[in-house]
């Protein structure tokens, strides 16, 4: 398959614009997700594992097969950025999504998300296996080496963070309690920064514009999320840590 540049190029872009839009949208309203979800919706809802499977897997999916259908794959640094890639999302389709005690989440919240994670696994995938290029040492280079580390710990803070938010009920319970321990010390929405720091370090390692707007549109997608949970719990409870900030240790 030839490089489609035109198209990486405009998808590129409209993660970046469609990020910064959502980012606005975000600072005046709620997305309907989660702890923000109208229980008294008529909307049609599904339930959160399956919702979870469903919107994940075609961020896995195209990649893979896109990955099949290529004749080859020169250069090490390229395969560890795929299977890095398809890594967060093979995690996140085939064991978070089992494990999840969210909430349902709404028939459009999903489809919105399917659409999007179908369209940017095609833009990683493509680039990376059609387009970009590096040269032989790539996966000796300094922002090759950081990024990864920095995309591993991300991704460790993550499922971690994960870990603690399902555990913070006893079987039966339905209120919400204060995360403690791991990055929940330092700041309110440690998943998020978790998979923020993924996205950033994955740009770094793979140094090329669809990545950087991918870690662009997380940052402006998840962040306002964090900053609304950060304020959720300040108003909830008294007695939560005024130290702890919404998304960036000691900053934000």
Same mark, same amino acid.
């Given at each position: ?12 872009? $409209? #993660?970046v614009?469609?990020?910064l839009?959502?980012l606005?949208?975000q600072? $005046?309203s ?8 109208? $229980?008294k919706?008529t909307?049609m ?14 961020s ?22 795929l299977w890095?890639f398809?890594?967060?999302y093979?995690q996140?389709t #085939? ?30 995938g ?10 032989s040492g790539w ?8 990024g990864l580390l920095? #995309? ?24 919400y309690?204060?995360?403690k321990?791991?990055?929940?010390e330092?700041?309110s929405g440690?998943?998020?920064?978790g ?31 964090a900053?609304h949970h ?23």
């Open positions: 398959m030839l490089c489609q540049e035109n198209t990486i190029h405009y998808c590129s872009w $409209t #993660f614009v469609g990020g839009l959502h606005l949208h600072i $005046t709620h997305i309907p997700y989660g702890r923000y979800v109208n $229980t919706s909307a809802m599904v339930p959160a594992k399956a919702g979870w499977f469903i919107q994940e897997l075609p896995f999916l195209v990649p893979v097969l896109l990955f099949l259908t290529t004749d080859s794959l020169p250069g090490i640094g390229r395969h560890l950025l890095t398809c890594l967060h093979f996140r #085939f064991v978070y999504s089992l494990l999840t005690k969210g909430r349902q989440s709404p028939l459009h919240i999903v489809v919105s998300a399917v659409i999007f994670c179908s369209v940017n696994g095609f833009l990683q493509h680039h990376m296996l059609h387009c970009t290029q590096y040269h996966h000796r280079d300094t922002r090759f080496i950081t920095m #995309f591993f710990t991300g991704m460790a803070i993550n499922i971690h963070s994960d870990y603690i938010l399902r555990n913070l009920r006893k079987p039966g319970e339905v209120s309690k204060i995360p321990g791991g990055m929940f330092l700041v440690a998943n998020f920064f998979e923020i720091v993924e996205w950033c370090g994955y740009a770094v390692a793979s140094w090329s514009f669809p990545a950087f707007s991918f870690a662009l549109f997380t940052i402006c997608a998840i962040g306002p999320r900053y950060h304020r959720y719990y300040l108003e909830k409870f008294k007695d939560y840590p005024k130290s702890r900030k919404a998304v960036i240790p000691f900053l934000l």
